[in-house]
C-alpha cells in the first residue's frame, strides 16, 4: 500500500514524542520550525499506523460498503474532496465542506464549530451519523473478525481481545501520521531556497495590515486555532458555525479558521464549498464579503492578486502536489 506520510527535504530520520521509542514505533521527520508531533501518549506502531491506513481505505465501515473514509478525503486531492459537500450512504449530502486531514496532530479542535477536541472523538462523529457511514460498533467489530486479512493485523497490533476503541484508536494513529510540511515556503524556512519575485510580493501582501491575512492564517500551519465570521451569505437553513455548538449569538456564523498549507490542492473551499477558486476566495475577501462580518474591505491589482495566489501556491508540499498529479 502506497505510503502517504510526507516527509522534508529528506534530513534524517528522528523519533518524536518519546524519549525511549521502541524499535518499531513510527518515525517521521520535521524541519526546524515545525513544533513536534503531540502524539496522545508516545508515537505509535509503524504496524498500528498501517492497520488505520488499511481502515481508512476500507469501505467496510461504511454500512451499505460502498463508501470509505477516503472517499471523502481524497488522498490525490490533499485528503480534501472534489465537491462543495461530500455525499455519504445512500448519496446523502453532508452539509460542509471536506477539510484536508493533513496535519491534524497539531489540531486544536474538529469540525468547524470546534465542538470536539480530540480526533478519536471526530473520528467516531463520520462513523456512526447516518448521513455518512452509519454503521454501528457490534456490525463492525463483526465484520473486521469475519476478515481474515483485518482479523490478522489487529491481533498483530493490539491482540486477540481487540474492540471498537482499537479501530478508532488506528484511524487516528493513521491520521496524525498524515504530515505534509515540505512546500517551498518550508524551503525557504530553513535557508534551502528563496522565493521568486511575485511570491515574496505575495507575501508581503499576505502580511500587510490592509489585507491582515496573517492576522488569522499564523505559520507555520497558518490557522491560528480560533473561530471567524467573514461575512459569508446565511441563507435560508443558516448554518450557525461555533454558535450551533456555544449556543451565543456573538459566535453565529463564526467558523474554525482553516489551514492554508495545500490550499491550491483542495477547491472548492469555505466551509460550504461555494466558492470554487482561490482567485475568487480572493476577491470575496476584497469586497469584505456579502455582509457585515469581521472583515474590511480592500483594493488589489490584478498583478497582486495574482502575486498573492502565487504565494499562497508555494504552501503546497511537494509530495501532496505530486499525488494530485496522478
Not at 63 to 86: G, K, Q, W
Not at 181 to 188: L, M, N, P
Not at 198 to 224: I, R, W
Request: charge should be negative; charged fraction near 25%; aromatic fraction near 10%.
Amino acid at each position: 500500500m502506497k505510503r502517504l506520510l510526507f516527509t522534508a527535504f529528506g534530513s534524517a530520520l528522528l523519533i518524536i514524542g518519546c524519549s525511549e521509542p521502541t524499535p518499531d514505533a513510527f518515525q517521521v521527520s520535521l524541519p526546524t520550525h515545525i513544533p513536534p508531533v503531540p502524539w496522545p501518549e508516545s508515537a505509535p506502531t509503524v504496524a498500528e499506523v498501517e492497520l488505520g491506513e488499511a481502515l481508512f481505505h476500507s469501505t467496510q465501515l461504511s454500512l451499505n460498503r460502498e463508501i470509505s473514509c477516503a472517499s471523502c478525503h481524497l488522498p490525490s486531492h490533499a485528503f480534501s474532496d472534489t465537491s462543495s459537500v461530500s455525499l455519504g450512504i445512500h448519496r446523502q449530502s453532508g452539509f460542509r465542506n471536506t477539510p484536508s486531514i493533513f496535519n491534524v496532530a497539531w489540531k486544536e479542535h474538529f469540525f468547524m464549530e470546534g465542538g470536539v477536541d480530540r480526533l478519536e472523538r471526530a473520528t467516531l462523529g463520520p462513523m456512526l451519523v447516518e448521513e455518512e457511514m452509519s454503521l454501528q460498533a457490534p456490525e463492525l467489530m463483526k465484520r473486521l473478525r469475519e476478515d481474515i486479512v483485518f482479523h490478522e493485523k489487529f491481533v498483530a497490533v493490539y491482540g486477540e481481545s481487540y474492540d471498537y476503541a482499537n479501530v478508532v484508536d488506528a484511524l487516528s494513529a493513521f491520521q496524525r501520521s498524515a504530515i505534509s510540511v515540505d512546500s517551498k515556503w518550508d524551503a525557504v524556512q530553513e535557508g534551502i531556497e528563496e522565493f521568486l519575485d511575485d511570491e515574496a510580493l505575495g507575501l508581503a501582501l499576505f502580511e500587510s495590515d490592509s489585507l491582515a491575512c496573517s492576522s488569522c492564517h499564523k505559520p507555520p500551519f497558518f490557522k491560528d486555532g480560533d473561530f471567524h465570521d467573514v461575512g459569508m451569505p446565511i441563507g435560508e437553513d443558516p448554518d450557525f458555525g461555533r454558535g450551533r455548538f456555544t449556543f451565543d449569538t456573538t459566535d453565529y456564523y463564526s467558523f474554525s479558521t482553516p489551514s492554508l498549507r495545500n490550499v491550491e490542492l483542495t477547491a472548492p473551499y469555505m466551509h460550504d464549498g461555494s466558492i470554487s477558486t482561490l482567485d475568487s476566495v480572493i476577491r470575496f475577501y476584497e469586497a469584505g464579503g456579502v455582509r457585515e462580518s469581521e472583515i474590511s474591505a480592500f483594493t488589489l491589482q490584478d498583478e497582486h492578486r495574482s502575486a498573492l495566489i502565487s504565494f499562497l501556491k508555494s504552501l503546497s508540499g511537494r509530495e501532496a502536489k505530486r499525488a494530485y498529479k496522478e
